[in-house]
T-cell receptor, first 111, second 115 residues
Framework: GENVEQHPSTLSVQEGDSAVIKCTYSDSASNYFPWYKQELGKGPQLIIDIRSNVGEKKDQRIAVTLNKTAKHFSLHITETQPEDSAVYFCAASIEADKLIFGTGTRLQVFP | EAGVAQSPRYKIIEKRQSVAFWCNPISGHATLYWYQQILGQGPKLLIQFQNNGVVDDSQLPKDRFSAERLKGVDSTLKIQPAKLEDSAVYLC?????????????FGPGTRLLVL
């Protein structure tokens, strides 16, 4: 079955710097890759997603890139702010159905 | 639009006791998921419903876990008897259709501690 690896497990950046989180997946049939942000005591919230027919997608300060050949995708956050501090999860699935999540990255943005 | 509702938000029980969690998905969402999230890990799918039918329960420990979705709306997840390793956050999610690339929306979760 699908397996998703996520790195790093923790990431500390200064406010205004960029943050990059990377994930790899194993099942070449996966074609949907969402990123979720989870704040303390809350459920995961979708922040951006990408489908396999697209190589890059951007939404304001957040972007995701996908390399299907290498089976990896990355989340890029620019101009980080303290409110970006949270745990970020990548996931992979076929047609957004059964999501297989990575192990999470705890991002801390210091003022 | 109201989000996914879950209750209770917290539950503390002793091992071998039973517990039940409730989920009310976003109105009109046909697909409902239950995930288990152990501390420090990503959510893991337990069971998926399409309307009131089970689509995937391959990861559900059926000797102690059960779930139902009567009338294709609300759902309950039960654990009986609970074990220490069941301590986790139980997340409910819903989406408007299955397998169509639709976003899964998560509820706040129920935090279970088994002593």
């Amino acid at each position: 079955g699908e397996n998703v690896e996520q790195h790093p497990s923790t990431l500390s950046v200064q406010e205004g710097d960029s943050a990059v989180i990377k994930c790899t997946y194993s099942d070449s049939a996966s074609n949907y890759f969402p990123w979720y942000k989870q704040e303390l005591g809350k459920g995961p919230q979708l922040i951006i997603d990408i489908r396999s027919n697209v190589g890059e997608k951007k939404d304001q300060r957040i972007a995701v890139t996908l390399n299907k050949t290498a089976k990896h995708f990355s989340l890029h956050i620019t101009e980080t702010q303290p409110e970006d501090s949270a745990v970020y999860f990548c996931a992979a699935s076929i047609e957004a159905d059964k999501l297989i999540f990575g192990t999470g990255t705890r991002l801390q943005v210091f003022p | 639009e109201a989000g996914v509702a879950q209750s209770p938000r917290y539950k503390i029980i002793e091992k071998r006791q039973s517990v039940a969690f409730w989920c009310n998905p976003i109105s009109g969402h046909a697909t409902l998921y239950w995930y288990q999230q152990i501390l420090g890990q990503g959510p893991k799918l337990l069971i998926q419903f399409q309307n009131n039918g089970v689509v995937d329960d391959s990861q559900l420990p059926k000797d102690r876990f059960s779930a139902e979705r009567l009338k294709g709306v609300d759902s309950t997840l039960k654990i009986q008897p609970a074990k220490l390793e069941d301590s986790a956050v139980y997340l409910c999610a819903s989406s408007s259709i299955m397998g169509g690339g639709e976003t899964q929306y998560f509820g706040p979760g129920t935090r279970l501690l088994v002593l």
